[in-house]
């Protein structure tokens, strides 16, 4: 079971017979054709969603697509055989893997993946976007509950990987979201995502954070190896 970062929001899991793919906007090149693929998109922004990444796994043997329904809205998507569009709070079985997803704070879908008994979160855009400069008080309050809102529906539920965005564009207010899923979810591993390759960010994010019991696995740079076993 290995997993990669491959950039900003973009991961590559690679477990057993099957393939996850989130918010993977770079160029991709798979070697291995007979392994079950699933892409994740959790929304149009273009930090986070690829249509030539779509066209070119389209090619792929046995691939699956799990996009968000605003995706469809917005772009024209290719004739695909597997494709599925969700909305948020909705659960599908492909294959035997579980999938689940939950809102965002911006646009379109999180995703809750159960696969082989492990389970993995990957926020998309759910994010506690604290822009102080540029929000009143009283929608700094709003977006803050609207987060708590949709974290707290993960209560109870042992998630063993979670990718959480630390964007350094929020400055020290970027560490509001991840000690606040360790608070309340309290993952065995975290994955600090939404870096827009600033990683020197991500240096002393271990000083920033209050892990407990969680686990952390630190993105550092693009296409690294953070779990292997």
């Known amino acids: ?11 590559m899991i690679e477990e057993g017979k099957n393939i996850f793919l989130f918010d993977v906007t770079d160029s991709l090149k798979l070697s291995n054709k007979d392994k079950n693929i699933y892409v994740f998109f959790s929304h149009s922004h273009q930090d986070h969603f690829s ?4 066209k070119k796994l389209s090619k792929q043997k046995r691939v699956y697509f799990i996009l968000s329904k605003e995706i469809s809205q917005k772009t024209l998507l290719p004739a695909l055989d597997c494709l599925f569009l969700l909305e948020p709070y909705k659960t599908i079985v492909i294959e035997g893997i579980e999938i689940s997803t939950y809102g965002s704070t911006d646009l379109g879908n999180s995703y809750l993946v159960s696969s082989n008994g492990k389970k993995y979160f990957h926020s998309g855009d759910l994010n506690w976007w604290h822009w102080k400069k540029r929000m009143t008080p009283g929608q700094l309050k709003e977006e803050e509950l609207a987060f708590k809102k949709e974290v707290d529906l993960l209560k109870g539920i042992s998630i063993d990987f979670a990718f959480i965005p630390v964007d350094p564009r929020l400055e020290d207010s970027a560490f509001l979201a991840i000690n606040y899923f360790f608070k ?10 939404h870096s827009f390759g600033q990683y020197t960010f991500y240096k002393n994010l271990s000083e920033n954070i209050h892990l407990n019991n969680t686990i952390l696995l630190n993105t550092k740079k693009q296409h690294q190896i953070i779990y292997e076993k």
């Open 1 to 11: 079971m290995k997993i990669k970062h491959l950039s900003h929001s973009g991961f």
């Open 51 to 54: 249509l030539e990444n779509i």
């Open 184 to 193: 309340t979810v309290h993952p065995k591993y975290v994955i600090p995502m």
